[in-house]
């Protein structure tokens, strides 16, 4: 497994923005993947973003596209979330997590981090 550490989350206004960090123990293989999820309180995990390590294969849920941006330094083993245009719909607990492909199926990942809370004020 690969060790994931968050960071970069916080209280930010509606319209505002925020990039959330993910730093890897190490680098899976070239076809490996990185994803953000986020959970609200009552609901259920819930896929944001997620692409391979390589840079391809960009995938984002239907509510954050055009907003957030999902990137990563190869060099740094860290990929970053970009998220803009906030609203308190986005308020959750976002996790990182690799695994193997990308996927928006939580059970494909099976490295977590301990998650990072964003807290949007309307």
């Known amino acids: 497994q690969v060790q994931l550490v968050e960071s970069g989350g916080g209280l930010v206004q509606a319209g505002g923005s925020l990039r959330l960090s993910c730093a890897a123990s190490?680098?899976?293989?070239?076809?490996?993947?990185m994803a953000w999820f986020r959970q609200a309180p009552g609901k259920e995990r819930e896929f944001v973003a997620t692409?391979?390590?390589?840079?391809?294969?960009?995938r984002y849920a239907d509510s954050v596209t055009g907003r957030f941006v999902i990137s990563r330094d190869y060099a740094k083993d860290t990929f970053y979330l970009q998220m803009n245009s906030l609203n308190a719909d986005d308020t959750a607990v976002y996790y990182c997590a690799a695994g193997q492909g990308t996927s928006d199926r939580v059970a494909d990942f099976d490295s977590w981090g301990q998650g990072t809370q964003v807290t949007v004020s309307s």
């Open positions: 692409m391979r390590w390589s840079g391809i294969r960009k």
């Open positions: 190490r680098r899976t293989s070239s076809t490996g993947a």
